[in-house]
């Protein structure tokens, strides 16, 4: 069974400070991979996803990531952030052999300070 | 902007009651979901519908009882909660087809307090 780890639970910043939120996954077989943000009060939304191809994925909002096969990872960078992007981000995978389920990490808060 | 929505986006009840969640997607799409989010936790997945009928039941305790009448609507009945389930519960949607990957839509949440 896949499984997703994001180790750390908050992550301050101040404004225009660059940022890296951490994502590990494991799984016996190969995976698509999510990022999705929930602001406060709101559902989640997709930030960006790597289906295949290239191994950097640019989303919304400025932020990217990069699939890296060989560590397992697949981290969420922002060059600059802004004190909108205070919000909880999840990493999520789904086997590419099909099905519907989604298995979620556990959030990393994002709060960005001034 | 969101095409799922969810009613209502707060409910207290006790453990005695009797309550549904609604939830309303407006995309067109074939396939939704119930998600429980608990603090710290991560999502875990309820339910999948496709095509209206219960594709996934990831053990959840027969006191939620869903119900996916058409393909835009779903519902999550409860009875007899526990403190335990008091939780964010969240709704999605996707377009399921064979060979395509298609991104899931969340609602709002309901966020439930079991009394």
């Known amino acids: 069974a896949q499984s997703v780890t994001q180790l750390d639970s908050q992550v301050p910043v101040f404004e225009e400070a660059p940022v890296e939120l951490r994502c590990n996954y494991s799984?016996?077989?190969?995976?698509?991979l999510f990022w999705y943000v929930q602001y406060p009060n709101q559902g989640l939304q997709l930030l960006l996803k790597?289906?295949?191809?290239?191994?950097l994925v640019k989303g919304i909002n400025g932020f990217e990531a990069e699939f890296n096969k060989s560590q397992t990872s697949f981290h969420l960078r922002k060059p600059s952030v802004h004190i909108s992007d205070t919000a909880e981000y999840f990493c999520?995978?789904?086997?590419?052999?099909?099905?519907?389920?989604?298995?979620f990490g556990t959030g990393t808060q994002l709060k960005v300070e001034l | 902007e969101t095409g799922v929505t969810q009613t209502p986006r707060h409910l207290v009840m006790g453990m005695t009651n009797k309550k549904s969640l609604k939830c309303e997607q407006h995309?067109?799409?074939?396939?939704m979901y119930w998600y429980k989010q608990s603090a710290k936790k991560p999502l875990e997945l309820m339910f999948v519908?496709?095509?209206?009928?219960?594709?996934e039941n990831n053990s959840v305790p027969s006191r939620f009882s869903p119900e996916c009448p058409n393909s835009s609507h779903l519902f999550l009945h409860l009875h007899t909660l526990q403190p335990e389930d008091s939780a964010l519960y969240l709704c999605?949607?996707?377009?399921?087809?064979?060979?395509?990957?298609?991104?899931?839509?969340f609602g709002p949440g309901t966020r439930l307090t079991v009394t």
């Open positions: 999605a949607s996707s377009q399921e087809a064979r060979g395509a990957l298609y991104e899931q839509y």
């Open positions: 799984s016996s077989v190969s995976v698509y």
């Open positions: 790597y289906l295949s191809g290239s191994t």
């Open positions: 999520a995978v789904k086997l590419t052999g099909g099905g519907n389920k989604l298995t």
């Open positions: 995309l067109g799409h074939n396939a």
């Open positions: 519908y496709s095509l209206e009928e219960r594709v």
